[in-house]
């Protein structure tokens, strides 16, 4: 089994850590493997939501496990957020461990007092002596135009409640392990994809391994300022990183991974020696996580060390539909890049770098 320190490394480590059982693999095909995985080593794992037994398998990610586990394991339920949720929490206090697919984050707010008020305060309530194993996945993220009740990321709703675990994997290595963890553990979790990740590629060990929560990872090492990526604002900031570079700029780009616990500790190091922050994220910056992790480090380094920070997330307005709207309303490599190159001179510089081919976006195979 792969070490769960894995988690920490460098990504040149980790490649070396994995190379006799490298595979590429697909975000989707490692949310699946990890998903057969765990219900082949353990008959308590369930996978149930809107879909999963659909010719189209959510994505893909749900393929071929109703007819390798059967009906009685793998199965579709009604439009009903707050009912299955509530039948979730009872199999995972029933000594189930249920992974429950809503598909589309926006739509937990109509499950939110199971999830907020009984999934995550039940061992607290009972004084330890029940546990909740529920995984629950959500997508997050814009499409082809799905606008405003389809393409919110409604995370940090879920950061702010102790008692729920909030993870958002951006690689195939994460997706696999982050998931295989979350399965595993005695407490709920929410699983956040950015659908756009779906078509991500990358190196996935073949041995079951997983990615325990707490842990940032340092994507690209850097001194003039830090980049802190989250979920699909990962890939932009990796991008954005190679645009500062033709400037002369050496970013440092951090995958914070698990939301919640978060690991302050990596960022504010990492911020303790650039001394500028930005935190990318795929929600509204209004009381976001992006704020939290801002808040995080100037706690961590106030009265030691200075340092100038810029959030960046939705536009303050609801999601739009429209192509050009929407590249007004999200952030990328560009915007990104042009954000930090302010923070690194200490003034506005007024400059947006010129698209290169070889940094666009991957692109989204929808309608889904």
């Excluded at 439009?79 to 429950?100: F, V």
């Excluded at 994997?169 to 005695?186: E, H, M, N, Q, V």
């Excluded at 300022?225 to 500062?244: C, D, F, N, P």
């Excluded at 480090?297 to 960046?312: D, N, S, T």
């Amino acid at each position: 089994m792969i070490s769960p320190l894995a988690k920490a490394k460098s990504p040149q480590a980790l490649r070396e850590s994995i190379k006799t059982t490298e595979r590429t693999r697909t975000f989707v095909e490692a949310v699946r493997e990890a998903t057969d995985e765990e219900m082949g080593l353990d008959p308590n794992v369930v996978l149930f939501g809107l879909d999963v037994d659909d010719p189209k398998a959510i994505q893909g990610t749900t393929q071929g496990l109703v007819e390798k586990y059967g009906a009685e394991r793998v199965f579709g339920t009604p439009l009903s957020e707050d009912a299955m949720t509530g039948a979730a929490i009872g199999m995972a206090l029933a000594g189930l461990r249920p992974i429950h697919v809503h598909i589309r984050m926006d739509f937990l707010l109509l499950a939110v007092n199971q999830l907020l008020n009984v999934a995550a305060k039940s061992r607290y309530t009972y004084g330890g002596r029940v546990n909740v194993p529920l995984v629950v996945r959500a997508m997050i993220g814009k499409s082809w135009g799905q606008g405003a009740q389809h393409s919110q990321g409604l995370h940090s709703f879920f950061m702010h409640v102790p008692g729920i675990k909030v993870v958002a994997p951006s690689t195939p290595y994460d997706a696999k392990g982050c998931l295989t963890a979350a399965i595993r553990d005695d407490d709920p979790v929410l699983y956040v994809e950015h659908r756009l990740l779906h078509f991500q590629k990358g190196p996935v060990p073949t041995e079951p391994y997983t990615v325990e929560p707490g842990k940032a990872r340092i994507a690209v090492a850097g001194d003039d300022v830090t980049i802190v990526g989250i979920s699909y604002m990962q890939v932009e900031a990796l991008r954005a990183a190679k645009y500062l570079e033709d400037v002369g700029i050496r970013a440092e780009v951090i995958d914070p991974i698990w939301l919640n616990p978060l690991d302050t500790d990596t960022i504010a190091e990492s911020v303790r020696r650039t001394g500028r922050l930005i935190v990318v994220d795929t929600g509204w910056t209004n009381c976001g996580a992006a704020a939290e992790i801002v808040s995080r480090v100037a706690e961590r380094l106030q009265g030691e060390r200075a340092f100038r920070f810029k959030r960046m997330g939705f536009a303050p307005t609801t999601c739009p539909t429209t192509p050009g709207l929407e590249d007004l309303f999200y952030p990328n490599a560009r915007t990104v890049a042009a954000a930090a190159r302010d923070l690194v001179e200490g003034r506005a510089c007024n400059w947006l770098p010129t698209e290169r081919a070889d940094l666009r976006s991957i692109e989204f195979k929808g309608p889904f």
